[in-house]
C-alpha cells in the first residue's frame, strides 16, 4: 500500500495568516499518462470531507482561491494564504494511482 | 447536482453483519464508480471498496474477505455489508461518488456501532 505521511498533525493559525500543509507520499504519484493522482480534502467539524484539490493544484468548483496545491512525484504542499475562521478543520491528502487508495493521517487546522 | 443519503441499522452486534445502503440523487447511478469509505471516532478515512454500475467490484485487501459491495440500479443505490464484525468495525460510514479518481460529492456520513 502507499503510504501518505502529513506533516504537521496539527496547526494553529491566526486569522489571516497563511498556512501550509505537507504531504509525503511512499511511491510516486505520477502516472504514465501525465497525471499526478494527488487530491486534498478539508473535513469540517460534523461534516463529510469535501474536495478541495485535485489532481495537485487544481481546485475545484467552487473553492476559493486562497487555497493552492503544488508538489510532484512524492512531495506535495496545500498552502492557504489567509486562513479565514471557515478554514478549521481536518485536512488530509489522498492518492489514487494505486489501489487500495489511501488517505494521509490529517492535519488538524485550529484558529 | 448529486446527492448521497447512507441508510441501516445504527447499532449492529458482534460477529453479525453490517448493511448500509446508499441512495443516490440527482444524478444517475449508471455511470462512474461508487464507493464506500468509513471513519472510526476521532480517526482518520479508510476507504472500503468501489463499485461500477456494471457491478464490477475492488476492495481494500485488508476488509476483502469480509466485504461485499452491490448495486441495484433500478433504485440509483449500492449498498455494504460487511461480515463478522468486531468492535474495531465502529465507525461513521460514509458513500461517495468516485468520479475519475478523486471523491467529489459524499453522503453526510452514518454511524455504525458494534455492541452487544
Known amino acids: 500500500d502507499i503510504v501518505m505521511t502529513q506533516t504537521p498533525l496539527s496547526l494553529s493559525v491566526t486569522p489571516g495568516q497563511p498556512a501550509s500543509i505537507s504531504c509525503k507520499s511512499s511511491?510516486?504519484?505520477?502516472?504514465?499518462?501525465?497525471?499526478?493522482?494527488l487530491y486534498w480534502y478539508l473535513q469540517k467539524p460534523g461534516q463529510p470531507p469535501q474536495l478541495l484539490i485535485y489532481e495537485v493544484s487544481n481546485r475545484f468548483s467552487g473553492v476559493p482561491d486562497r487555497f493552492s496545491g503544488s508538489g510532484s512525484g512524492t512531495d506535495f504542499t496545500l498552502k492557504i494564504s489567509r486562513v479565514e475562521a471557515e478554514d478549521v478543520g481536518v485536512y488530509y491528502c489522498?492518492?489514487?494511482?494505486?489501489?487500495?487508495?489511501?488517505f494521509g493521517g490529517g492535519t488538524k487546522v485550529e484558529i | 447536482q448529486v446527492q448521497l443519503q447512507e441508510s441501516g441499522p445504527g447499532l449492529v452486534k458482534p460477529s453479525e453483519t453490517l448493511s448500509l445502503t446508499c441512495t443516490v440523487s440527482?444524478?444517475?447511478?449508471?455511470?462512474?464508480?461508487w464507493s464506500w469509505i468509513r471513519q472510526p471516532p476521532g480517526k482518520g478515512l479508510e476507504w472500503i471498496g468501489y463499485?461500477?454500475?456494471?457491478?464490477?467490484?475492488n476492495y481494500n485487501p485488508s476488509l476483502k474477505s469480509r466485504v461485499t459491495i452491490s448495486v441495484d440500479t433500478s433504485k440509483n443505490q449500492f449498498s455494504l455489508k460487511l461480515s463478522s464484525v468486531t468492535a474495531a468495525d465502529t465507525a461513521v460510514y460514509y458513500c461517495a461518488r468516485l468520479a475519475d479518481y478523486e471523491f467529489d460529492f459524499w453522503g453526510q456520513g452514518t454511524l455504525v456501532t458494534v455492541s452487544s
Open positions: 463499485i461500477y454500475y456494471s457491478g464490477s467490484t
Open positions: 440527482g444524478g444517475s447511478i449508471n455511470s462512474d464508480y
Open positions: 489522498m492518492q489514487s494511482i494505486h489501489l487500495p487508495l489511501t
Open positions: 511511491q510516486s504519484l505520477l502516472h504514465s499518462v501525465g497525471k499526478t493522482y
